[in-house]
DNA sequence: ACCATAATCCAAATCGTTTTGGAAGTCAAG
DNA sequence: CTTGACTTCCAAAACGATTTGGATTATGGT
């Protein structure tokens, strides 16, 4: 039998409220009574029944997540930025409500189920796209979130990794090993941080002198075959490039693939380079010189956001960026002239 | 402002029943006047409360699962767990509610606040111990649950890996490469699966006729370190083994490190294999021969036997046993004798 | 005209908690 | 003896849905 306030109260002879009001911690209970009442809850091994609780007092302590099911980023990032998500949600004693969900309409209707449905206090999202459905409906809504990401569009609290800034490091960085024909293969438009990433690049060939050459950009669909395909085309050109950056780690292993499938070798005849620094990129031969995403900490560091938000506090910083740290490594080679 | 059934209710000029039972389908409402409410609710952008929904009806669509906030095990594990929890749960219609927590009191008091607090319907659990509070909770609450891992205790619906035929098949194969003195380093006792796997380690070398000697069984704290530590041990020994097992990947590579510390080649002069197949052990130097267990596969089918249970269907299989694959890599290497 | 049946609708109870707005009793000061 | 302050308690109203047990009206058969 399920053991409520009622419970205690009729054991106790009081009333439910006082009992309520006992456990709570109020001051206009008696101290002994209180003793006695919590002495039998503790008996009865009373636990309040949260979901009526939540349904009063509109709280949650729960924080609302939505993963796409998807193969299109590799399952590392969300799985990380998860893990990230979930450890300082239980540092602030925040619980996760989880949603896996096709990307498109039911994605957004199990945002609009965890937000209207009152399950959760905040939102954390990640991957945000250029117009994207699920910040304006959140906004419009006006309910707590932090996006891992950003899109000029509209304002709201974010994290985001500096995307321009690493790729003018990448690209200063290829240019430093005595590249000049820097080709780059783009990730989806649509996606929010192509835009800063390819002006980075922009940038950076500006800063060394280099012309932008459209036959070098190309645009990938985040998969390493999408990668593979885009680098040999690009390789196939009467002055190919030298170095490719590609827009994740998983294209650049294609681009590695690619390159050697043409009989050259990474990191000597052509540099590679990727962004995100998955755990395979440091493993991958040779090993992949790329811009490490702090994802694990980012998802901390959303979740501490949106806490000071939950609690009614502004935040100082509503938008935070984050360089991303060029490691450096052996595929990107040292000069290509001694290849 | 929310809208509530009320506001509909108001707006149609109908009951808030009558309302429910159009939205929810129910046959005693005119066809007409379902019609006029789906449209009324569909115009004012409707949304159930959830909370209120599952308050009354005691159910929530909603799978729990508790992570323990530890490095005990590499978070591949878990994360790998609930990428397949989290996929099966979603093509089942349900969301999951996720608490990460240091394991212990806290850990048991998650679970208390999902089951008895009315959060979720059915729970996944993972990493059983040989007596296992959890579990003992869970049975006496009589809340549907499966788990990953069984206890020789008692009895409740589980999948697990069959470790003790995968050590056996383990030393089997080692004994093909010629090995004799084989060395196991087991998880700690608390954990269920010890005693199967070390059990299968024990008539895997009765079964090639080998005396065990407890010289080379050590307990392990699952970290690499530990695995390292414990194997330096016994490759100090006056007649050290020319095998090692660890009872996971991350104390395997630790074995490889404390091999080659003292100067000899894993694969050649020492044969070492771990368990798991984490990602990491096809790439290691040389790459690990292991026992793979199939994770996320393992997640999807525990919701699937979930869903069963709490569809109120009876498990034809309440008792699944999975074996796992031996991944023969290079570390187990060819004849000791030969180094 | 009368009754049984079917088709629609709804008031009220329920889920288990929190919160509001007092009520009852005690005590000391005036 | 009255008054006001203080302490301690509680009935009832939320919160927003679902469900129970009719009530009302229309229909058709006799």
Chains 1, 2 share one sequence.
């Not at 009081?14 to 503790?42: C, F, H, K, P, W």
């Not at 950003?150 to 974010?158: C, L």
């Not at 438009?189 to 990433?197: G, I, K, Q, S, V």
């Not at 005849?269 to 040779?286: M, R, T, W």
Request: hydrophobic content about 40%; aromatic content about 6%; charged content about 20%.
């Amino acid at each position: 039998m399920k053991i409520t306030l009622k419970t205690i109260a009729d054991e106790a002879g009081l009333s439910v409220t006082t009992v309520s009001r006992a456990l709570a911690g109020y001051d206009d209970v008696n101290e002994a009574t209180r003793q006695r009442v919590m002495e039998i809850a503790e008996r009865l091994g009373y636990q309040p029944n949260l979901t009526a609780r939540h349904l009063r007092s509109k709280q949650t302590s729960t924080i609302g997540m939505v993963i796409p099911r998807t193969a299109y980023f590799a399952d590392s990032f969300f799985m990380e930025l998860l893990a990230g998500v979930g450890r300082q949600a239980s540092a602030h004693g925040y619980d996760l409500l989880l949603s896996v969900q096709p990307p498109g309409d039911e994605e957004l209707a199990a945002y609009r189920r965890m937000v209207a449905g009152s399950r959760v206090d905040g939102i954390v999202l990640a991957r945000v796209l250029r117009h994207d459905p699920r910040i304006a409906y959140l906004q419009q809504a006006n309910h707590p979130f932090v996006s891992f990401g950003r899109s000029e569009t509209s304002d709201y609290p974010y994290i985001d990794v500096d995307g321009a800034r690493g790729m003018r490091r990448l690209v200063q960085h290829l240019a430093e090993n005595g590249h000049r024909r820097i080709a780059i293969i783009l990730s989806p438009w649509e996606l929010a941080f192509t835009t800063t990433r390819y002006e980075g690049y922009l940038e950076g060939l500006d800063a060394i002198g280099v012309q932008p050459d459209e036959a070098y950009v190309a645009e990938g669909d985040l998969t390493q075959q999408g990668g593979r395909d885009a680098a040999a085309r690009m390789l196939a050109l009467p002055e190919p490039p030298t170095a490719i950056i590609a827009c994740n780690d998983l294209m650049a292993f294609g681009v590695m693939e690619a390159v050697e499938q043409r009989g050259l070798r990474v990191g000597h005849a052509v540099a590679v380079a990727g962004f995100d620094d998955v755990p395979a990129a440091a493993h991958a031969i040779p090993p992949l010189t790329t811009l490490r995403q702090p994802i694990y900490a980012i998802g901390c560091q959303m979740v501490d956001m949106l806490v000071r938000l939950l609690r009614g506090e502004t935040l100082e910083h509503a938008h935070v960026l984050i360089e991303p740290e060029l490691m450096v490594r052996a595929s990107s080679g040292p000069q290509p002239a001694q290849a």
